[in-house]
């Protein structure tokens, strides 16, 4: 037989299969045994309700079926009545099947769709394998897909909270070789206006949406800034069992990624992120990771454990942060100094941040070599454990090298109450370094302190808490000196009051402050005590971190022995106005001794003044550094 005659028989066979399959297509759409067939697999597979409004039908190029307004019905206990719907639905039939009798899908095409995803008690309203019927787990509705194509489509979702959020999708299509093996994947989707290109792969997606499944795969993700690379062990169900990958972040800027989840960010520094997750008996462990933000690098590991109460447990390190630079490049904005009679400003507490972790607990250990805070203050081998539940975040332990010396202690944070709760012991905390680390000219040298804290507090930001603490604060302080040289007023009141006369140093024996604070304020009979080579001071009076006051009175004493200054003819000085950049001046009730002593002095030559500070001296008194403790 010639190549003519088989080419003729062959082209005859093909065109008649074709006929036959045409008849059959038509046989099956007039009795309505296609859309029955379709309704009954994605009963049968998912337990779900299919409903078409109008049918077509098209012979050519392959047979295929129209239809208008599908749907598809949702979970009974889902807030959508509707999984998915559709204004236009194509759908392209293999032919030889057709032949004998079974409509088999090798592809669909959607447009101006709806697809409703929700998360609730009972879980996620996705369709699972053998939903209705388990006997089907191990089937797949279309068999011979082999192509999606997605365009002009909606993806609502709806958290378990009842928070929504919406994307769209521009273009999706979705190519395999039948079956959802060897799928490859294309989408173009964004929300809030940011737009994400996906490219996937995946070896054998047949098993969808059954426990345990998993597919070897490639994932990527790019915005117009960032692009994000997993590779591995896919897993094809939400709760990541048997997955295994490895994942890179490159991103120039966050701006774009914050921006497509909702959050109003300035732009970021430069993020670059390696990771490794797996499986591990249920776990998602996230092991190998490192992360830079900027100069900021992070290595640690993180395990997540779902449930009904997902559980977080996570190890981080890294060699330097600086926080008040870690905020910028994160994208925060720059916060402004507060005003010269408050503390702190009036920015609010990211209370956000510790509502958002309801449903989890888990514990979070931190070490830091160098921790730079926004005070300019620098923190050395830093090592906290962030433990949380619900609302409730607490840092239990911490310990850190400052200021020369040690700091232990614990904070809590309860979102629900807008809630502070402080416990701090300081020790040999120089003054020197507080100074100096805080760029203050303050030209002070020594002064170790012990401070001991325990308080409460309520807000919405550091100012609202700081105005509100309830609770004793303690500072005991060694010796220590200012240098000072008389630049202005309050430096000569203050060296005329606590050095020798003409002395340019002020030797500090010793301070004593207690802080009885309540409701912002400390409010004492002797609240703060002095000691330094020439005089003596107790204070009384109220520190204010409501309003941001000092409102202090002391009696000054010359101690035995000294060169008279003004400590022998003032016997009270003033410590009042903003806690920031306080003032110092004699107390008036006290102006008209003080000129009687000096009337004193001049008509007897200093003798009445230099007798009396000799007997207050004589007279053995309690150390007012403290007294203020008793």
């Keep these: 037989m010639g190549w003519r005659k088989v080419a003729g028989w062959s082209a005859g066979i093909v065109v008649g299969l074709a ?30 309700e299919l409903k078409v409004g109008g049918m077509s039908l098209r012979l050519l190029p392959r047979p295929s079926l129209h239809a208008t307004q599908v749907s598809l019905s949702n979970s009974p ?7 998915f719907q559709a204004e236009t639905l194509r759908a392209d039939f293999e032919l030889l099947p057709l032949l004998v009798g079974r409509a088999e899908v090798k592809s669909l095409g959607f447009e101006n769709a709806v697809l409703n995803l929700e998360a609730g008690a009972e879980g996620t309203n996705f369709p699972r394998r053998g939903e209705a019927h388990p006997a089907a787990a191990g089937s797949s509705p279309f068999p011979s897909l082999e192509s999606i194509r997605i365009r002009n489509a909606t993806v609502s979702s709806r958290s378990p909270d009842g928070k929504a959020a919406a994307w769209t999708i ?28 996906l490219k996937a792969h995946l070896a054998d997606a047949s098993r969808w949406g059954t426990a345990g499944a998993v597919s070897d795969g490639t994932v990527d993700v790019k915005s117009e800034r960032a692009e994000l690379h997993v590779e591995g062990r896919l897993p094809l169900q939400r709760g990541f069992d048997g997955h295994h990958v490895r994942g890179t972040v490159k991103a120039a800027s966050l701006d774009g990624l914050f921006a497509f989840m909702g959050i109003q960010r300035r732009p970021t520094a430069p993020f670059n992120a390696t990771f490794e997750s797996r499986d591990d008996a249920g776990r998602i462990a996230i092991t190998r990771l490192t992360a830079s933000l900027g100069k900021l690098t992070v290595a640690g590991l993180v395990s997540v454990t779902p449930g009904e109460r997902t559980r977080i447990d996570a190890k981080l390190a890294t060699d330097r942060l600086d926080w008040a ?96 709760r402080v416990q701090f012991e300081g020790r040999n905390l120089l003054l020197e370094r507080w100074f100096k680390e805080r760029g203050s000219p303050v030209p002070f040298t020594g002064g170790p302190m012990s401070v001991s804290a325990t308080f409460n507090g309520q807000g919405d930001s550091m100012q609202d808490v700081a105005a509100s603490i309830t609770g004793p604060i303690t500072v005991r302080m060694g010796r220590g000196t200012w240098h000072s040289q008389r630049a202005g007023e309050l430096e000569t009141l203050m060296t005329n009051v606590f050095a020798p006369r003409d002395a340019k140093d002020m030797e500090f ?22 000691r ?33 200054g003004i400590s022998a ?62």
Excluded at 364 to 372: F, M, T, W
Excluded at 514 to 526: I, Q, V, W
Excluded at 536 to 550: K, M, Y
Excluded at 605 to 620: H, M, N, S
């Design 325 to 420: 630079q870690a905020f910028l490049d994160s994208g925060g904005l720059v916060i402004p100094d507060p005003p010269t009679d408050k503390l702190y400003s009036d920015r609010p507490i990211a209370w956000g941040l510790v509502n958002g972790l309801a449903g989890t607990e888990g514990v979070v250990d931190i070490e830091l070599k160098s921790l730079r805070l926004r005070n300019r203050l620098e923190l050395r081998n830093t090592k906290a454990r962030f433990q949380f539940r619900d609302n409730v975040m607490e840092l239990k332990p911490f310990s850190t090298e400052m200021l020369g010396g040690t700091a232990t202690g614990s904070m809590a944070f309860t979102g629900a109450k807008k809630a502070v």
């Design 509 to 530: 024996a010793c301070l004593g402050a207690n802080l009885p604070f309540r409701d912002g304020r400390a409010t004492a009979e002797r609240i703060i005590g002095a």
């Design 532 to 564: 330094s080579q020439a005089s003596r001071l107790i204070a009384s009076g109220t520190v204010d971190f409501r309003e941001g006051q000092f409102d202090l009175r002391g009696k000054v004493e010359a101690v035995k022995g000294a060169t008279l």
């Design 170 to 197: 521009e273009t999706a299509d979705l190519t395999s070789d039948g079956g959802l093996k060897n799928v490859d994947i294309q989408a173009r989707f964004g929300r809030n206006r940011q737009m994400l290109e």
């Design 569 to 630: 003819i003032a016997s009270g000085i003033v410590i009042h106005g903003p806690l920031r950049k306080p003032q110092v001046a004699l107390d008036k009730a006290g102006t008209p001794a003080a000129i009687a002593r000096v009337g004193a002095a001049l008509a007897t030559a200093g003798v009445t003044l230099l007798g009396t500070a000799l007997a207050e001296a004589a007279v053995e008194k309690n150390d007012p550094c403290e007294i203020v403790f008793r």
């Design 77 to 83: 206990w889902a807030k959508e009545p509707l999984f």
């Design 19 to 48: 006929a036959a399959g045409a008849l059959a297509f038509l046989a099956l759409v007039d009795s309505e045994t296609l859309a029955r067939h379709a309704r009954d697999r994605t009963r049968d597979s998912w337990g779900r």
